[in-house]
């Protein structure tokens, strides 16, 4: 079996993905086991929170591959990126196209293809800015507002999330290099593996038309949810899984 590797975005980390993981091998129907699923940090986040931030997206990727391999994780992946995940995904990809099985990126969006004011909203700077501060439930709330569209159900989360913020906290110099990577990060050709975009019509950061015009551009597959926010892991786990499950098999 090809194992999963499944990237975090901005400032977050991979306890963010909940329970996810395991909605996600439910799923699969045991065709995924509990070693395929490996959920690694972006260095400055996380278990790597000590670590200094790269301010390019490269660099991110070649870092969190590099743990993986260290550890003794052999390529080829199966890689499912949210957002700067996403971004870090693409690198890898078109970087080692060989150990690169299949991409699933879920509400990113990138350069040349989306203008600046989609691949961040105007509406979401103020927040994405409290990025840049210390942690606490305020600022998690916020962060959860912005990402969530079922946001007033999902507020069980916020003691967990403000926990994880005071236990790994992300530095202001790391947050800002994250921002930086995701501003900069461009990528016009197509990566060479079968490739899937997922996004939530509900986006509030991101404006979901960045995906569709990136699977327009690349000829990528892409499904739409009809109301889940820019964190579709957390909006509706099940439905994401489903996705990746019809479009792997078919």
């Not at 990237?7 to 963010?16: D, F, I, P, S, W």
């Not at 879920?106 to 989306?114: A, D, F, H, M, N």
């Not at 003691?159 to 530095?171: D, F, I, M, N, Q």
């Not at 800002?176 to 986006?203: I, K, S």
């Amino acid at each position: 079996m090809t194992t999963w590797v499944f990237l975090r975005g901005l400032t977050r980390e991979a306890r963010h993905w909940s329970d996810f993981p395991a909605r996600f091998r439910a799923t699969f129907d045991g065709e995924v086991a509990p070693d395929d699923i490996l959920t690694p940090d972006l260095p400055g986040n996380g278990r790597r929170w000590h670590e200094p931030s790269p301010c390019s997206v490269e660099a991110m990727m070649q870092s969190c591959r590099g743990e993986l391999l260290r550890a003794g994780h052999a390529p080829p992946f199966k890689l499912l990126a949210l957002s700067l995940g996403g971004m870090v995904a693409v690198s890898w990809a078109r970087r080692y196209p060989d150990e690169c099985r299949a991409l699933v990126l879920i509400s990113t969006s990138l350069r040349p293809w989306s203008p600046f004011h989609e691949r961040l909203r105007p509406s979401s700077w103020l927040t994405a800015l409290r990025l840049l501060g210390s942690g606490g439930t305020a600022r998690e709330r916020a962060i959860l507002e912005l990402t969530s569209a079922r946001a007033a159900e999902l507020g069980e989360v916020l003691p967990a999330w403000t926990a994880y913020a005071r236990e790994s906290p992300v530095s202001r110099r790391s947050a800002l290099c994250q921002l930086l990577a995701a501003a900069r990060f461009r990528c016009r050709e197509r990566p060479d593996v079968p490739l899937l975009l997922l996004a939530g019509a509900g986006d509030r950061l991101v404006n979901p038309r960045c995906s569709q015009v990136l699977a327009h551009a690349w000829g990528a597959d892409l499904a739409l949810h009809p109301d889940a926010g820019h964190d579709l892991p957390l909006d509706d786990s099940d439905w994401v899984a489903q996705a990746v499950r019809r479009w792997s098999r078919a």
